[in-house]
C-alpha cells in the first residue's frame, strides 16, 4: 500500500523503533511540548505524538516498556477523541452485563477476575469503557492484560455497575453518591495530564460516568463470595 493511501484511510500512523533507553526503573513520565507535538519520555520509553494526533513516533527498551507505552498512547487519543477512557480495574460479564472492579494496586482486582470465573472476562487490568453521545456506557474487551490471557474475544457490553473494592472481613457493598463516585473514578482512569484542554475531556467523560453508571463500595474477602452481594 502506498503511503498517501495508508495516510488517507488510517486514524493515526504510529511508527515503532527498538533500542532506546533502559531497563523499566519506575512509572515517572517527563512531558514536554514540541513544534512536532507532545513527548512523553519515560527510562525505558519515548512517545511523541503530533498535535493533530494523526501521527506517532515510539521507541521503545524491551516489551514490557512496549506495552506501558501503548496504554498510554491508547489513552491518549481516546480522551483526544472524546471516544472513552482506560479505568484500571478488571471487568467480568455476567448474564450478558458487564461488571467493572476497580481500586488501587493490590486490592484485588486481578483476584476477583480470577475468582469470578467461568465468567468471561473483558479486562483484568484496564477497562476500556466507551461513552457514547447517546448516554449509553459500553465495555469492549481489553487488548491490554496483566496477569490472565486472553483466550477467546468477548463482545462488548453494557455496563451494568461498578464496584469499587475494599478488603474486609465482612462481604457487603454500600451505594456510592456521585460526587463521591466522581472522586473516586478518577483516581483510577490510566492518564497523563498534558494539557488543559485534554484534561476537561477526562473530567466531563469522569462526570459523565460517574453520573450515568451505578457506583459502589464493595467490601469483599478472598473467595466468590462477594457475587451473592452483587446478584442480590
Same mark, same amino acid.
Request: hydrophobic letters at 40%; a negative charge; glycine letters at 6%.
Given at each position: ?9 488510517? #486514524? ?5 523503533? =527498538?533500542?532506546?533507553?533502559? !531497563?523499566? @526503573?519506575?512509572? *515517572?513520565?517527563?512531558?514536554?511540548? %514540541?513544534?512536532?507535538? %507532545?513527548?512523553? %519520555? ?19 527498551? #524491551?516489551?514490557?516498556?512496549?506495552? +506501558?507505552?501503548?496504554? +498510554? ?14 479505568? +484500571? ?27 469470578? &470465573? ?5 479486562? *483484568? ?8 453521545? @447517546?448516554? /449509553?456506557?459500553?465495555?469492549? *474487551? ?7 490471557? $486472553?483466550? @477467546? ?6 455496563? =451494568? ?18 460526587? /463521591? ?12 495530564? +498534558? #494539557? !488543559? &484542554? ?18 459502589? *463500595?464493595?467490601?469483599? /474477602? $478472598? ?10
Amino acid at each position: 500500500m502506498e503511503t498517501g493511501a495508508l495516510k488517507a484511510e488510517a #486514524d493515526i500512523i504510529l511508527r515503532i523503533n =527498538e533500542g532506546y533507553g533502559l !531497563p523499566f @526503573e519506575s512509572f *515517572d513520565v517527563r512531558i514536554e511540548k %514540541t513544534k512536532q507535538g %507532545t513527548c512523553f %519520555t519515560r527510562a525505558d520509553y519515548r512517545l511523541l505524538i503530533s498535535v493533530d494526533y494523526r501521527e506517532a513516533q515510539l521507541e521503545v527498551y #524491551d516489551e514490557l516498556s512496549l506495552k +506501558h507505552a501503548m496504554l +498510554h498512547l491508547y489513552s491518549l487519543y481516546i480522551v483526544h477523541k472524546e471516544w472513552g477512557l482506560l479505568l +484500571h480495574s478488571s471487568c467480568v460479564v455476567e448474564q450478558g452485563k458487564a461488571y467493572v472492579f476497580g481500586g488501587p494496586s493490590g486490592v484485588g482486582k486481578s483476584t476477583v477476575a480470577r475468582l469470578s &470465573a467461568p465468567r468471561k472476562l473483558l479486562s *483484568d487490568e484496564a477497562s476500556l469503557l466507551h461513552l457514547s453521545p @447517546e448516554g /449509553q456506557i459500553v465495555i469492549y *474487551d481489553s487488548p491490554f492484560r496483566s496477569e490472565i490471557p $486472553r483466550i @477467546e474475544s468477548v463482545e462488548p457490553c453494557s455496563l =451494568e455497575a461498578i464496584y469499587l473494592l475494599n478488603q474486609s472481613d465482612a462481604v457487603a457493598a454500600r451505594t456510592v453518591a456521585s460526587g /463521591q463516585a466522581f472522586e473516586k473514578l478518577l483516581r483510577n482512569v490510566i492518564y497523563w495530564a +498534558h #494539557d !488543559p &484542554a485534554e484534561t476537561a475531556k477526562v473530567v466531563r467523560m469522569v462526570a459523565n460516568l460517574a453520573c450515568r453508571g451505578a457506583t459502589f *463500595d464493595l467490601f469483599f /474477602q $478472598r473467595n466468590d463470595s462477594f457475587w451473592k452481594v452483587i446478584s442480590s
